[in-house]
Each structure stands twice: as structure tokens, then as C-alpha cells.
């Protein structure tokens, strides 16, 4: 008995069939960065367009911030750098001026006092005039003191100005003692009420004047001549009378003197 032959099936393509139709294309894209067109002035835009992307790129990067605050700081902590050492320059320049020199204020006594005139006037003014000597001592061993042109001096019944003058401009040297007299004159418009006030002061023989100084000085350092200081101080005077063209006995005084820069 023959062998069974195995029979396979075999898939024959019909020729006379029409070929398949290729898939479709896919959708067109649409560009991320739209193209920008120029138009030159031979009226082509074609050759003339240029991505968008390159024009951005082309472009230069933007510049940092200034650091105005780094800067302003800095200017800050220079100024004050700067200040504080002037300080202590100056501070150092004032120590060693005061060591060598070693600065004292000028001395001042009333020496004497005298009234030429004391008038109640027809307008009931009252005229004064004193005559008062003054002793200025310098006690510095380094310092010499010229007095300048503006000094002021007044004498005062309480709180009621009676005259005032001036001391004359001069050169004080080197611990030296300086006399000098001073005409005061002033007139005051209340003068019934003050002559009374002061003749009544005058029962109990002790009538308190103020002497008021405000002298502008200079300096001298060696040979160097320095700006100009005030000395500002007070005299409180206690005298038995106001007795014109007589012999005023001052019972007692006590002056107070500060510079003033």
C-alpha cells in the first residue's frame, strides 16, 4: 500500500489583482518659529526670509544690573573710615599740643571801681559812668594772648544793664600782669524806679554789682597764631556805696572765666 502524500496549502497571490494603495502621508507639521519675510527693495521676498530663530539668536545678551548697592556701601564705610581717623588725628594733634604747651585761662581782677557820674535826667533817665581798672594775667609759660577789636564789658545792678565799654586791643606776653582802665557809660530809661532801688540798697552798705567780660583773644603758639577764642566770664562785685567822685571800697569779688570756642 503506497505512503499517503502530505498535501500543504500554498497561498497563491492573484496576479490580475490590483496592488494595495500606500498609506497616506502624515499631516504636515506646522513649524515651531514662523519665518520672517523681508522685502528688499528688488521686491524678491523669497530670498530674503530668515527664520525667526536665527534673528533671536543673533541678538546680544542682555548687560547685568550695576551694583549700586555694593558701590554705596562701600563709599559709606570709606567716608566713615575716613572720619574716624580725622578724629583721632585731631584728637592725637590736641594731646600732644596740651602736654607741651600746657594751656591755662587768663586771670582777671577788679582793682579798683570808681563812679564820675550817676544823673537822674529831666526825663527820668538815669546817666551812669564808671571808671573801673582791670587786671588781665597771663600765667601760661609758652602762650602769648592778643586781645582783638569786639570786646564787651557791662556792669549790671541785678538784672538791669547800667553802662558798658570796651578794653583796648593789645599783646599779652608770657606770664605778665596787664593793667588797664575802662570808662563804662550807659543810660537806662527806668532810672527814678532804679536809683531808688539802689539808694535803698545802699542803707545796708553792701550793693552787689556784676562785672561781665566777653573778650575775643588769639592764641600764640611759639610762632604760630592761631584763630580767635572768646573769653566770657563774670566779676560779682559787692561795693558800701555809689557815691560819685568818692572812694568805692569793694568788700568782696569773685570772678568766673571759660573759654568759648
Given at each position: 500500500?503506497?505512503e499517503?502524500?502530505?498535501?500543504?496549502?500554498?497561498?497563491?497571490?492573484?496576479?490580475?489583482?490590483?496592488?494595495?494603495?500606500?498609506?497616506p502621508?502624515?499631516?504636515?507639521?506646522?513649524?515651531?518659529?514662523?519665518?520672517?519675510?523681508?522685502r528688499?527693495?528688488?521686491?524678491?521676498?523669497?530670498?530674503?526670509?530668515?527664520?525667526?530663530?536665527?534673528?533671536?539668536?543673533?541678538?546680544p545678551?542682555?548687560?547685568?544690573?550695576?551694583?549700586?548697592?555694593?558701590?554705596?556701601?562701600?563709599?559709606?564705610?570709606?567716608?566713615?573710615?575716613?572720619?574716624?581717623?580725622?578724629?583721632?588725628?585731631?584728637?592725637?594733634?590736641?594731646?600732644?599740643?596740651?602736654?607741651?604747651?600746657?594751656?591755662?585761662?587768663?586771670?582777671?581782677?577788679?582793682?579798683?571801681?570808681?563812679?564820675s557820674?550817676?544823673?537822674?535826667?529831666?526825663?527820668?533817665?538815669?546817666?551812669?559812668?564808671?571808671?573801673?581798672?582791670?587786671?588781665a594775667?597771663?600765667?601760661?609759660?609758652?602762650i602769648?594772648?592778643?586781645?582783638?577789636?569786639?570786646?564787651?564789658l557791662?556792669?549790671?545792678?541785678?538784672?538791669t544793664?547800667?553802662?558798658?565799654?570796651?578794653?583796648?586791643?593789645?599783646?599779652?606776653?608770657?606770664?605778665?600782669?596787664?593793667?588797664?582802665?575802662?570808662?563804662?557809660?550807659?543810660?537806662?530809661?527806668?532810672?527814678?524806679?532804679?536809683?531808688?532801688a539802689?539808694?535803698?540798697?545802699?542803707q545796708?552798705?553792701?550793693?552787689?554789682?556784676?562785672?561781665?567780660?566777653?573778650?575775643?583773644?588769639?592764641?600764640?603758639?611759639?610762632?604760630l597764631?592761631?584763630?580767635?577764642?572768646?573769653?566770657m566770664?563774670?566779676?560779682?562785685?559787692?561795693?558800701?556805696?555809689?557815691s560819685?567822685?568818692?572812694?568805692?571800697?569793694?568788700?568782696a569779688?569773685?570772678?568766673?572765666?571759660?573759654?568759648?570756642?
Open positions: 500500500m503506497t499517503h502524500q502530505r498535501i500543504h496549502p500554498v497561498v497563491v497571490q492573484d496576479v490580475e489583482a490590483p496592488p494595495s494603495p500606500p498609506p502621508p502624515p499631516p504636515p507639521t506646522r513649524p515651531l518659529l514662523p519665518q520672517v519675510t523681508f528688499s527693495e528688488k521686491g524678491n521676498p523669497a530670498r530674503n526670509q530668515v527664520p525667526l530663530g536665527h534673528l533671536i539668536a543673533a541678538r545678551p542682555p548687560l547685568a544690573p550695576p551694583k549700586s548697592g555694593n558701590c554705596l556701601c562701600k563709599c559709606l564705610c570709606w567716608t566713615v573710615s575716613l572720619l574716624i581717623l580725622l578724629l583721632i588725628i585731631v584728637g592725637a594733634t590736641a594731646g600732644i599740643l596740651y602736654l607741651v604747651f600746657q594751656p591755662k585761662i587768663p586771670k582777671y581782677s577788679v582793682d579798683d571801681l570808681r563812679i557820674d550817676l544823673t537822674l535826667n529831666f526825663d527820668l533817665s538815669l546817666y551812669a559812668r564808671f571808671n573801673v581798672k582791670i587786671t594775667e597771663n600765667p601760661n609759660k609758652k602769648g594772648i592778643y586781645y582783638e577789636k569786639g570786646s564787651h557791662s556792669v549790671w545792678y541785678k538784672n544793664n547800667l553802662c558798658q565799654g570796651s578794653i583796648p586791643r593789645f599783646y599779652q606776653g608770657h606770664q605778665n600782669k596787664t593793667a588797664f582802665n575802662v570808662v563804662l557809660t550807659g543810660q537806662n530809661q527806668y532810672g527814678r524806679t532804679l536809683l531808688d539802689m539808694q535803698e540798697q545802699q545796708t552798705g553792701r550793693i552787689p554789682l556784676d562785672l561781665k567780660i566777653d573778650v575775643p583773644v588769639s592764641i600764640k603758639l611759639g610762632k597764631k592761631l584763630n580767635k577764642v572768646r573769653i566770664g563774670t566779676c560779682m562785685l559787692i561795693v558800701d556805696n555809689l560819685t567822685n568818692s572812694l568805692i571800697s569793694i568788700k569779688s569773685t570772678c568766673n572765666f571759660g573759654l568759648k570756642l
